[in-house]
T-cell receptor, first 114, second 114 residues
Framework: NAGVTQTPKFQVLKTGQSMTLQCAQD?????MYWYRQDPGMGLRLIYY???????DKGEVPNGYNVSRLNKREFSLRLESAAPSQTSVYFC?????????????FGNGTRLTVT | KNQVEQSPQSLIILEGKNCTLQ??????????LRWYKQDTGRGPVSLTI?????NTKSNGRYTATLDADTKQSSLHITASQLSDSASYIC?????????????FGAGTRLAVHP
């Protein structure tokens, strides 16, 4: 099993450009998440999908959109990138959102916006 | 305000030595406390999850403790190895409407030297 797979691994954008970060999991998990990790700070939740067909805002959703394409795939879109969105983005999945199951993380996408 | 604070920010130890990392939290209502290991350039990996009723849990050479009264947790690493060099992240879960909201600490960066 590959677990959680994210693409691309690295990306450089100019201010105003758009891009979509892709995430797929093969663990038959119901819930999926997008986090960003910035130096000196804990991971912050951007959006999550508790189950296929639902999405909800997290702590820092402004400037992002998401799509839960099916049970396996959850994408994150930046419509008009800004330098403040320079970060490392992690996708994660879990069995559910209300239980004690652990999150399984991908290896991240390192995004630089110039 | 829900917060998770970890100390120290960074730590250097010699291979074979033991170390203890600290986590203090102000999160309510408490659901569980998790420790993750994050290798450089990789996503976090779950080490332990403890609920309110558990005060210790082990995973190999890693032992986590939880004192729910003082809202403190520690992660003890025994007989450290070079592969233990990583960031260790404390995560506290608060339950809200059937959803586990995760609050991440900023992590402790551990370097194990030969």
């Amino acid at each position: 099993n590959a677990g959680v797979t994210q693409t691309p691994k690295f990306q450089v954008l100019k201010t105003g450009q758009s891009m979509t970060l892709q995430c797929a999991q093969d663990m038959n998990h119901n819930s999926m998440y997008w986090y960003r990790q910035d130096p000196g700070m804990g991971l912050r939740l951007i959006y999550y999908s508790a189950s296929e067909g639902t999405t909800d805002k997290g702590e820092v959703p402004n400037g992002y959109n998401v799509s839960r394409l099916n049970k396996r795939e959850f994408s994150l879109r930046l419509e008009s990138a800004a330098p403040s969105q320079t970060s490392v983005y992690f996708c994660a999945s879990s069995l559910g959102t209300g239980d004690n199951s652990p999150l399984h993380f991908g290896n991240g996408t390192r995004l630089t916006v110039t | 305000k829900n917060q998770v604070e970890q100390s120290p920010q960074s730590l250097i130890i010699l291979e074979g030595k033991n170390c203890t990392l600290q986590c203090n939290y102000t999160v309510s209502p408490f659901s569980n406390l998790r420790w993750y290991k994050q290798d450089t350039g990789r996503g976090p990996v779950s080490l332990t999850i403890m609920t309110f009723s558990e005060n210790t849990k082990s995973n190999g050479r890693y032992t986590a403790t939880l004192d729910a009264d003082t809202k403190q947790s520690s992660l003890h690493i025994t007989a450290s190895q070079l592969s233990d060099s990583a960031s260790y992240i404390c995560v506290v879960s608060a339950v809200a409407g059937g959803y586990n909201k995760l609050i991440f600490g900023a992590g402790t960066r551990l370097a194990v030297h030969p």
